[in-house]
């Protein structure tokens, strides 16, 4: 389907910032305090998962496959589109930029996996390779600490502001998860969203997210 034409040029580039510079500090602030909450919270929420059967999230989708594509932006702290909605078997294309004023990131996964990555976010900011506005790439690689110190999940990206990913993805089984951001504190402060993969006979999901 050709419906759906992105302006790449405009994709690329650093979208303007519209929202007003006192609310951004005050969202700096809050964002400073939820981060040092978050080092309390993480570790309660990672202690009540195992049991449940996991949803299959699905698997790196085939270019030539993608039958749909669904921007999503990353702002401070959520995202629009709120919620999206796929269909089973579908192969889609997110086209993900962060818009915001903080690294963000877009991760495919259940709420456990959810819990479980905000750790591994937490130690990324422990040892410095993430900061509130900033990630050290080239810190990422040579940890040593159970190789869990990259972050290079095909599920998820991690984006410093006015980048922009790319993530092709094929979802095999119905299923409810979720898409969420796992920088400490973001979660808890909304950043996540329902990602609901339906039965492909709901044809009207084709249309519903914009
Ligand atoms: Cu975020």
């Not at 919620?83 to 996964?109: A, P």
Request: with cysteine; net charge negative.
């Amino acid at each position: 389907m050709k419906s759906t034409v992105f302006d790449r040029q405009a994709i690329v580039s650093r979208a303007p910032i519209s929202r007003a510079i006192v609310s951004r500090a005050l969202i700096s602030t809050f964002t400073g305090i939820a981060l040092s909450i978050g080092v309390v919270s993480f570790a309660m929420a990672s202690a009540g998962h195992g049991n449940a059967k996991k949803p299959t999230i699905g698997q790196a989708g085939e270019e030539a496959h993608v039958s749909r594509t669904i921007e999503v932006n990353l702002e401070d702290n959520y995202f629009t589109p709120e919620k999206i909605e796929v269909t089973k078997n579908q192969t889609v294309r997110f086209v993900i930029k962060n818009t915001g004023e903080f690294v963000h990131e877009f991760n495919i996964g259940t709420a456990a996996m959810h819990a479980s990555h905000q750790e591994e976010m937490m130690m990324m900011v422990d040892h410095g390779m993430l900061e509130v506005d900033k990630i050290n790439r080239n810190m990422m690689m040579d940890m040593g600490e159970g190789g869990m110190m990259s972050h290079d999940d095909p599920n998820s990206v991690l984006l410093e502001p006015g980048e922009t990913a790319e993530i092709v993805w094929q979802f095999p089984e119905a299923a409810e998860l979720e898409f969420a951001c796992n920088v400490p504190g973001h979660y808890d402060s909304g950043m996540m969203g329902e990602l609901t993969v339906g039965e492909p006979d709901h044809d009207s999901v084709e249309l519903s997210t914009e």
